[in-house]
Nanobody, 121 residues
Framework: QVRLVESGGGLVQAGGSLSLSCAAS????????MGWYRQAPGKQRELVAT???????YYADSVKGRFTISRDSAENTVDLQMNSLKPEDTATYFC???????????????WGQGTRVTVSS
């Protein structure tokens, strides 16, 4: 009943910028944390950035100072602005939301389908 849909991936040269967006829809009661993870080929999925309901943020060391996460709680969206991209940022980026559905008494994690980001050197 809940969907997370990402958009905004693509191909960019090193040093360039991309912006990712994710929209959560469905029978949502409330959303706690939202965030972005990424998974490069042959590697485990890793946390990129998260933003809580109070707008406090967390960034992986590898993206600090280059990426900015933001959210619109009224619209249930989360964005990731990625600047100064490096080839090592190449991965599939997944949106994540820890949310409670209207018919549930607890929150759980939901994932988007992923969007591919490729940074060429």
């Amino acid at each position: 009943q809940v969907r997370l849909v990402e958009s905004g991936g693509g191909l960019v040269q090193a040093g360039g910028s991309l912006s990712l967006s994710c929209a959560a829809s469905g029978t949502i009661f409330n959303i706690k944390n939202m965030g972005w993870y990424r998974q490069a080929p042959g590697k485990q999925r890793e946390l990129v950035a998260t933003i809580a309901s109070d707008s406090s943020t967390y960034y992986a060391d590898s993206v600090k100072g280059r990426f900015t996460i933001s959210r619109d709680s009224a619209e249930n969206t989360v964005d990731l602005q990625m600047n100064s991209l490096k080839p090592e940022d190449t991965a599939t980026y997944f949106c994540n939301a820890n949310l409670r559905e209207q018919s549930y008494y607890f929150s759980r994690n939901y994932w988007g389908q992923g969007t591919r980001v490729t940074v060429s050197s």
